[in-house]
């Protein structure tokens, strides 16, 4: 187990899933959010969009940080072909979505940073998703049934949609979920040796 001595683990994240793993990892931690512009450069393509989004998400903090304090930032993007899938803004855009990930791999990417008063590191997990082909029919039913809005890729693996509709994945399952559990262990390991 990590000894997070002498600093206090927060989480910078209002998402339920993210607070449910980092529980799972048997860490205290305290939760605070800031709000974020989450826009991003065209220039950005795949992990850098999800390392982007996470680093800025702890710098944020950067103001207001205690010499105790060990904040943790996260963001994950759905990515496909040269295509970012955010977070849906519409039940419309949710179905769309889904409908182009049916009968295709995409690949779930996940930025964390690692932010005290003194440095940033910052690094990203992959996982490869393998979507079987999904009726609209059954799309619609979990857009409206389970309201995707505050997912990248508009589906959550844990979801009705990952039970009938995922086929196989290669890689962390909890980065799907929002949070490479493992990965962030090791970084954490590491970020904290002297």
Do not use: C
């Amino acid at each position: 187990m990590i000894d997070l001595n002498p600093y206090k683990l927060i989480l910078g994240s209002k998402s339920p899933r993210r607070h449910e793993l980092l529980k799972g990892l048997g860490m205290p931690f305290e939760v605070r959010i800031k709000d974020t512009d989450e826009s991003f450069s065209e220039k950005l393509q795949h992990a850098g969009i999800a390392e982007f989004l996470a680093r800025i998400k702890g710098e944020a903090f950067l103001a207001e940080i205690k010499p105790n304090e060990l904040i943790v930032t996260s963001d994950t993007i759905v990515w496909l072909g040269d295509r970012v899938f955010n977070k849906p803004q519409s039940a419309e855009e949710a179905v769309d979505m889904i409908d182009t990930l049916s009968g295709r791999m995409h690949e779930v990417i996940t930025g964390v940073s690692l932010l005290t008063s003194k440095r940033q590191h910052v690094f990203h997990d992959i996982t490869k998703v393998y979507f079987g082909d999904v009726n609209r029919e059954d799309i619609v039913h979990y857009v409206d049934r389970f309201k995707p809005f505050d997912k990248a890729g508009a589906y959550g693996i844990q979801e009705w949609i990952g039970y009938v509709g995922i086929e196989r994945i290669e890689g962390s399952f909890y980065n799907v979920m929002g949070f490479p559990t493992r990965k962030f262990y090791v970084e954490l390991q590491e970020f904290l040796k002297p």
